[in-house]
């Protein structure tokens, strides 16, 4: 069983978009998934219980408590674990002990490169991330496709060993499916076709 871990200790990156949708792309491809919520506000669960029954089901997991860790995942292909921020704290360090890949979205801003190179840092320290025993995947999130920053992110982030592996554009419809308790992979229509194309690179590597 896979356990993916989205996590980045700078706030506003969309770690919840990333692993709310994550989530509902290997669920709708017939996988049994769980989405383990380790931040404090919960948003992930909120999501969990807005999500309609016809569509894939995933599993909520309260994972907030350094003991819930672990809780009811025995039946499960994947677990995609919407992280808490920091490094600091136990709870974090735990959750990174257990993933097989680690998703650290940034923003294609100047202002998130600082504290999240540092937090890239970081993780690379840790043990089981050394040994190869959990691979890193930096995806730049929310980008405006009018931006030349993300040429720039890409530059800065090859140079200090951390390849930039997916590029998700800000797009509304995240928002939509947020208040609906839904992913852009639940549906196959040609609005969301573009965008799902931008996921393969990440969903590829996960599968590895």
Same mark, same amino acid.
């Given at each position: 069983? $896979?356990?993916? !871990?989205?996590?980045?200790?700078?706030?506003?990156?969309?770690?919840?978009?990333?692993?709310?949708?994550?989530? &509902?792309?290997?669920?709708?491809?017939?996988?049994?998934?769980?989405?383990?919520?380790?931040? $404090? /506000?919960?948003?992930?669960?909120?999501?969990?219980?807005?999500?309609? @029954?016809? !569509?894939? /089901?995933?599993?909520?997991?309260?994972?907030?408590?350094?003991?819930?860790?672990?809780? @009811?995942?025995?039946?499960?292909?994947?677990?995609?674990?919407?992280?808490?921020?920091?490094?600091?704290?136990?709870?974090?360090?735990? !959750?990174?002990?257990?993933?097989?890949?680690?998703?650290?979205?940034?923003?294609?801003?100047?202002?998130?490169?600082?504290?999240?190179?540092?937090?890239?840092?970081?993780?690379?320290?840790?043990? $089981?991330?050394?040994?190869?025993?959990?691979?890193?995947?930096?995806?730049?999130? $929310?980008?405006?496709?009018?931006?030349?920053?993300?040429?720039? !992110?890409?530059?800065?982030?090859? @140079?200090?060993?951390?390849?930039?592996?997916?590029?998700?554009?800000?797009?509304?419809?995240?928002?939509?499916?947020?208040?609906?308790?839904?992913?852009?992979?639940?549906?196959?229509?040609?609005?969301?076709?573009?965008?799902?194309?931008?996921?393969?690179?990440?969903?590829?590597? &996960?599968?590895?």
């Amino acid at each position: 069983m $896979r356990k993916i !871990l989205v996590v980045n200790s700078k706030g506003g990156c969309g770690k919840t978009t990333l692993a709310t949708n994550l989530a &509902v792309a290997l669920a709708a491809r017939g996988e049994d998934v769980a989405l383990a919520d380790a931040d $404090r /506000q919960k948003s992930s669960l909120s999501w969990v219980k807005r999500r309609p @029954k016809d !569509l894939a /089901q995933i599993e909520g997991l309260n994972w907030s408590k350094e003991d819930a860790i672990g809780d @009811k995942d025995k039946h499960l292909d994947a677990i995609v674990i919407d992280g808490p921020g920091g490094l600091r704290s136990e709870l974090a360090k735990n !959750l990174i002990a257990e993933s097989s890949d680690i998703i650290v979205p940034v923003l294609a801003s100047a202002f998130d490169w600082d504290a999240t190179l540092k937090f890239l840092d970081g993780i690379s320290d840790i043990k $089981r991330v050394r040994k190869g025993k959990a691979d890193i995947h930096v995806v730049a999130n $929310r980008i405006d496709r009018r931006s030349n920053q993300v040429a720039d !992110l890409e530059q800065l982030l090859a @140079k200090k060993g951390y390849p930039l592996l997916a590029r998700i554009s800000d797009r509304v419809i995240y928002a939509r499916h947020a208040a609906a308790g839904s992913g852009v992979f639940d549906y196959s229509d040609a609005s969301s076709h573009e965008i799902r194309g931008q996921w393969h690179p990440l969903l590829q590597a &996960v599968d590895a």
